[in-house]
C-alpha cells in the first residue's frame, strides 16, 4: 500500500504464490496486490501476480505507470470462489483516481 505522494516505484514484483508445496486458495490468503493512495505515484515496471481480489486499486491522482505485468490467479477452486458479486472475477487494473 502506497499511502504518501510524489513516490517512485522501480521494477516492483508483487505475486501471490498460487503453486509449489504449502501453498493453496485458502491457505495463502492475500486479497490485492497494490493499493496507492497517493497523489503523483510513478511505476516504471510494476509485476502484479495472482492475487484473489483486484490485483492494482489505484485511487490517486495524477499518477502513471510506464510497465504493467500481470498474470491472474490460477489457483480458484470454482468459479464461485472468485466472484466480485455477480461479475466472473476482479480486475487486474482498477482506477478509482477522481
Known sequence: ??????????HMWLWRADHG?????TSNTAAN??????????MYGLFVEHYQQHQVIWNGNGGRTYFFQNEMPYDPPNQSAWMNGATRGYDAYRSRAR
Open 1 to 10: 500500500m502506497i499511502d504518501s505522494s510524489d513516490v517512485i516505484g522501480d
Open 21 to 25: 508445496s504449502g501453498v493453496g486458495w
Open 33 to 42: 496486490g497494490l493499493v496507492v493512495n497517493g497523489t503523483d505515484v510513478t
